[in-house]
């Protein structure tokens, strides 16, 4: 599993309060300086007795040249794409 662990330059302590169903809300701030929306996935880790959350990197697609050519790469898991199913997607596009 990979993740993005961006750095944030203030560092000051923010706290926040467990709710009585165990939810936690990350501080606007802190989410602001991740980048984090909603729908983004974090993950929780155990670091002595620090509990720390990291923002997962998303699998992107990326274009590589391939014999003078440029090719898009999927990730890793991602479907696999037939010229069928582009034109599908295609007709499917406005």
């Known amino acids: 599993m990979l993740f993005l662990v961006r750095r ?4 000051q302590m923010s ?5 009585t169903k165990g939810q936690l809300v ?3 701030r802190l989410r602001q300086a991740l980048h984090l929306r909603p729908g983004d996935k974090v993950s929780f880790t155990i670091e002595g007795h620090r ?8 699998a992107k697609a990326r274009l590589v040249k391939e014999r003078g050519q440029p090719v898009l790469v999927a990730p890793a898991g991602a479907p696999i794409m037939t010229p069928e199913t582009v034109k599908a997607i295609l007709a499917d596009t406005p």
């Open 8 to 11: 944030v330059r203030n560092t």
């Open 15 to 19: 706290t926040a309060t467990i709710s």
């Open 26 to 28: 990350i501080p606007n």
């Open 51 to 58: 509990l720390v959350v990291q923002q997962e990197a998303v």
